[in-house]
């Protein structure tokens, strides 16, 4: 349908037992009682919003969930963590990889990534399309801080099976370096870090000493040798660069 034409998601697909792909896009809905997805293996929102539950119900049951993919949704964190018990959701997740695109280094966004991760116990390999830049003042950078130092246990919880991680339309920012810092220190099961320039840079390298200086000061979790791998796609070929 036309993206300025509105329409009504019937209640039914919020209780189809067979249902294993879910991608919704340009929504905004309430979850009806009795929502239900048993089989879902991967559900992917975009442009979209749960404005919450139209009963009594609170929570959200995907028990086979594999695959994650949030594109510019709003307000999905806050729902996401009304449904958690001690910083986990009710019922675990089959989660193994999760993609999220405009993702902000803020206190509310890694508390809900946190609490995903620690729901999903057999997640190991993560996707950040853009690491966007907030708006960061002294006092929400010590809040940040002040965050992970407390829920220290948390976070290495929630990063302990991580494999692979990739970085995607990387910049160089500040915020984009500071993530790398607390992953590598947090996830001791690391192989790979897969960095992808943002295609706007071109050919700018300036930022790429400060990553190997950045590299080699910080402490890793992982006893294995990692590989930070530059990714600079220049048509019709790539070009790699590589940081041990």
Not at 58 to 81: A, G, I, Q, W, Y
Not at 207 to 230: D, F, G, H, M, W
Request: charged share 25%.
């Amino acid at each position: 349908m036309a993206n300025d034409e509105k329409y009504v998601l019937p209640d039914s697909i919020f209780t189809c037992a067979a249902l294993t792909h879910l991608k919704l896009s340009r929504c905004i809905f309430m979850l009806p009682d009795g929502t239900r997805f048993p089989n879902l293996i991967s559900l992917q929102l975009e442009h979209s919003k749960i404005a919450g539950h139209r009963g009594s119900e609170d929570d959200l049951n995907l028990p086979m969930l594999e695959t994650l993919e949030l594109r510019f949704c709003v307000d999905v964190d806050s729902k996401l963590c009304s449904a958690y018990v001690k910083d986990k959701l009710h019922q675990p997740l089959k989660l193994q990889s999760l993609k999220i695109c405009d993702f902000k280094n803020s206190v509310e966004s890694i508390a809900c990534a946190v609490c995903l991760l620690r729901s999903s116990p057999n997640l190991y390999e993560i996707e950040i399309d853009e690491v966007v830049k907030v708006d960061e003042t002294l006092s929400q950078r010590t809040e940040l801080l002040s965050y992970l130092s407390m829920e220290k246990y948390s976070v290495n919880e929630a990063l302990r099976l991580i494999q692979t991680m990739r970085l995607r339309k990387f910049k160089g920012s500040s915020t984009e370096m500071y993530l790398i810092r607390v992953i590598f220190s947090h996830c001791p099961k690391l192989e790979r870090m897969i960095i992808e320039q943002c295609e706007k840079l071109g050919h700018a390298t300036n930022y790429k000493e400060n990553l190997r200086q950045l590299l080699s000061c910080i402490t890793r979790a992982s006893p294995k040798a990692i590989v930070v791998k530059y990714l600079q796609r220049v048509f019709p070929v790539a070009c790699y660069d590589f940081f041990v």
